[in-house]
């Protein structure tokens, strides 16, 4: 399979971004009747919401027992937390390892490791800035726990953030999903919290650069 200059900027757009588009569209012939340097402004909102929708194709990969990152962006914190109490994963603080996502990156979401969700629990919250630490808690979340082949479990959270007002999931309650594949998504900025299993160190760094699907966040067999 070869990769034209093309699909090297144009990249597809997930459907929930449709009427977005269309909205930023539609205000943009607005504006450009009402004044054409408004119009321009539009224009480069149209392209933003676009971009802002991108799904591109991602290579997860191939060797068994990876976990790869559920989004694009930074890894902002790195520390033991006791993970959701409605995901029934357990009082014991297990490693977290936490990707905040800008207005600017790709935020289709997807699943770090094989395996069958057990629980997928939402809970309302605030909208507080996603990169602070409280925001785990008191922001809007909704999380998924798996369980892996071998019987353990991780823990996924898509959290809201500051601009982010709506969180998408089309996971449910017993649907086993593959590595990378897409679960969710969020809007506008926001951030994932991966709950590892016991004993299971990450190996990423903060401040280092994620890609959604991608980039190994830690090696479950090791």
Known sequence: MSVSMLSTFVKPMHPEGRRFVAIAAGL??????????????????????????????????ARPGLMVSPADGIVSLLEPAVPPAELGLGDAPMMRVSVFMSVF?????????????TAVAYRPGKFLNASLDKASEDNERNGLAVELAD??????????????????????????????????????????????????????????TMVAGETVIADLGA
């Open 28 to 61: 943009t012939v607005l504006f450009f009747l009402i004044w054409p340097p408004l119009g321009w402004i539009g224009l480069g909102l149209t392209v933003w919401v676009y971009y802002f929708f991108r799904d591109p194709e991602r290579v997860t990969p």
């Open 105 to 117: 990156n790709c935020h289709v979401n997807r699943l770090p490791a094989a395996g069958r969700v």
């Open 151 to 208: 019987g353990r479990r991780y823990g996924v959270v898509q959290i809201a953030g500051l601009v982010a007002r709506r969180i998408l999931c089309w996971t449910a309650e017993g649907q086993s999903l593959a590595t990378g594949e897409r679960f969710g998504l969020i809007r506008f900025g926001s951030r994932l919290d991966i709950y590892l299993p016991e004993g299971v160190e990450p190996l990423v760094a903060i401040g280092q």
